[in-house]
């Protein structure tokens, strides 16, 4: 596709859409870095089965099954069941297994049981996902029958409802499932107590914890180990990268990588982290591990993602404005001076061009990254930053003439004033969140950084956007030529408020409440200053509808700046009572009345709320000796054509 021609937006259904994202520079690159990018994506495609085995337990299994239907099916695909089921396969792809992916409840079924029933007879037995003992379609039928359809059973991935136990009552696989919460957090406690109480490893993030024998015991994600046979093969694509790494730290970064994998050992991990955070020389980067622990009710375990990319030098001027300041920001920061950094190291930022998404990044990705989450390695050496600007860029461009903001912006002015800067202001405040955010401030001595349990992954995504919020409003950005006038802060402020307190609910299902960590962090900071700042901030009613009012912008910027104080000494301290309180209150209930509302409107505007992307491929072209040439970005693979490659080039376990 040439630049003309180049389609960013593709299949819908459900409440989701697909788009695609431009590999853009990539002709640009030196052969070198093109290879090194393939082996990298290469590598990043070969963990999808662990990321989906995390999920729940029995994930493989019925994606195997539904893509043996969705290809084998010989009866009629034209009826209702057939189309509710290909919908359900869809959905189940975005998810990375059978729960939504945002909000983590069970995906329902819009086709009947008899319909499955019929339809899993029908599959050649060859290539039904048999159990341990099983030797007919009908015992497979009657295992999954209530995982499928049953409401009950394995409800949510992740539970954190107050007062119940979290690990009994999620789905995800990173427990036994005949383990307790009390078990869990027990066995790690003595786990922390006996180790390192300077630079700590991040316990349990590698491992599965189960019960042998009434013992409890760690399987630990290695080569040779649990998910063994994905990660040799990750290994080979990280090794067929080491002659094409663009400098020396490079392939060290690489090289310890694999031997992390090749061990388990946490120790390495924090070495291999240290080495990545320091590698800044090269245009290509990369993550691909065990990273980000919001699949996980006790936050302690990392789900499986992999993604490569690649400088875009024009825009990661501004990250680099942002980095070379990181001390002033630091130093003027609201918060008690106990709870900053003196001296802020190896803070990097960059805009980058994404080259691949995988596991927890695919379909569905974030647009910043901020890394690494060991908070000792952080503090002494630093932190890499990326906001993906392909990717922005591509959401911005499904997004034009939507109608969100005729809708939702409560005047014609206050629209006129998004049009003009809200998309700059977005991508500046997810610069902040990122860049500065995440690695701002630090834990008092002695702290444990698991210390906020089920509430710290809100928390922590709460602190880095006030901290956002906070600067927006700052002259500094004017001074750094990062915003263009002292109006320009006001659409940023009001476009997250409007979401916090209304649009971000059309994701959410009637008679829910929030479940996912970034919005429940959104919700509890807008109604936070919705309620101890009504001089800024109101609610207002007209015609039926309810609008985001503010009244005064500038005391929003203290009311961020107050909240901001109060969650980085939650951080610092460790408050679990006070991160409880902020996050119950504020951050997870939901008006049912406004839902209502909410959702009516938006349903008129026939949107999906949820986007996520089709990857390219990378085709490597070869002379008549078999050497690589050069490597073709393609595009244009349909949705459902990846889904089955991947299913049947990456599948490992």
């Known amino acids: 596709m040439t630049k003309d021609t180049f389609q960013y937006t593709d299949e819908r259904f459900a409440d989701l859409q697909l788009l695609r994202y431009k590999v853009s520079g990539f002709e640009h690159l030196s052969l070198k870095q093109k290879i090194l990018i393939y082996h990298l994506s290469e590598a990043a495609l070969w963990g999808r089965d662990i990321l989906w085995d995390q999920n729940c337990r029995y994930n493989l299994r019925i994606r195997q099954l539904l893509e043996a239907i969705y290809t084998d099916y010989p009866g009629d695909r034209q009826t209702a069941d057939f189309r509710e089921f290909t919908v359900y396969l869809k959905r189940v792809w975005f998810s990375n297994g059978i729960h939504h992916h945002y909000g983590s409840q069970k995906l329902r079924p819009g086709f009947s049981r008899k319909f499955f029933r019929q339809a899993v007879n029908a599959v050649p037995a060859g290539k039904l996902p048999l159990g341990e003992g099983q030797d007919s379609a009908e015992s497979l039928i009657e295992e999954l029958l209530p995982v499928l359809f049953d409401p009950q059973v394995m409800s949510k991935r992740v539970n954190q409802a107050e007062g119940e136990d979290l690990l009994l009552t999620s789905a995800c696989n990173y427990y036994g499932p005949d383990i307790t919460q009390e078990e869990a957090e027990e066995f790690y406690r003595c786990q922390k107590e006996l180790g390192d109480k300077l630079r700590p490893v991040m316990y349990g993030m590698n491992s599965q914890l189960v019960k042998e024998d009434g013992t409890l015991k760690e399987r630990i994600w290695r080569s040779g180990g649990m998910y063994g046979p994905a990660i040799d093969r990750i290994i080979e694509e990280l090794q067929a990268a080491i002659p094409y790494a663009e400098n020396k730290r490079q392939q060290a970064v690489i090289k310890k990588l694999i031997a992390f994998y090749r061990t388990g050992d946490l120790k390495t991990f924090d070495q291999y982290t240290i080495l990545w955070v320091e590698d800044t020389e090269g245009e290509v980067d990369f993550t691909n591990g065990f990273t980000e622990v919001y699949g996980d009710p006790l936050g302690l375990k990392a789900s499986w993602e992999g993604y490569v990319n690649f400088t875009d030098r024009e825009a990661t001027r501004r990250t680099q404005i942002l980095s070379e300041n990181v001390q002033w920001f630091e130093d003027h920061s609201p918060v008690d001076a106990r709870f900053k950094k003196s001296v802020c ?85 997810t610069d902040l969140h990122e ?65 916090g307190l209304l649009t971000q609910m059309v994701r959410i299902e009637p008679g829910h409440q929030i479940e996912e960590a970034h919005m429940r962090n959104r919700a509890l900071i807008s109604r936070w200053t919705l309620k101890h700042f009504p001089q800024a901030l109101r609610l207002t009613e007209h015609q039926g509808k309810t609008y985001v009012e503010v009244l005064d912008y500038p005391t929003l910027r203290t009311a961020f ?22 996050v119950e209150n504020f951050g997870i209930k939901v008006d049912a009345e406004l839902h209502a509302q909410i959702l009516e409107r938006y349903k008129k505007l026939d949107l999906a709320a949820y986007k996520g992307f089709i990857n390219p491929r990378y085709e490597p072209e070869r002379n008549a000796a078999g050497k690589i040439t050069d490597i073709r970005v393609i595009y244009g693979e349909a949705y459902d054509q990846q889904m089955l490659r991947y299913s049947r080039v990456y599948h490992t376990l």
């Open 435 to 499: 860049c500065l955010g995440h690695g701002s401030g630090r834990i008092l001595p002695g702290i444990d950084p698991d210390s906020l349990k089920a509430y710290g992954s809100t928390i922590e995504e709460a602190r880095a956007d006030l901290f956002g919020l906070y600067y927006m409003a700052d002259e500094k950005l004017i001074e750094l030529g990062l915003l263009p006038d002292k109006e320009a802060y006001k659409a940023q402020y009001y476009s997250y408020l409007m979401n």
């Open 561 to 582: 700046g107050t909240l901001l104080a109060e969650v980085q000494r939650i951080k610092s301290e460790g408050d679990y009572d006070a991160a409880r309180t902020l």
């Open 345 to 429: 190291k190896g803070v990097s930022a960059r805009v980058v061009n994404a080259a691949i998404l995988g596991g927890d990044l695919y379909p569905s990705s974030a647009i910043g990254i901020n890394l690494p989450n060991n908070d000792w390695v952080r503090a002494e050496h630093g932190s890499k930053s990326v906001t993906i600007g392909n990717l922005t860029h591509a959401y911005d461009e499904a997004a034009k003439g939507s109608g969100m903001r005729r809708e939702f912006v409560i005047d014609a002015k206050t629209v006129g004033m998004l049009d003009k800067y809200a998309d700059a202001c977005d991508d500046l405040h």
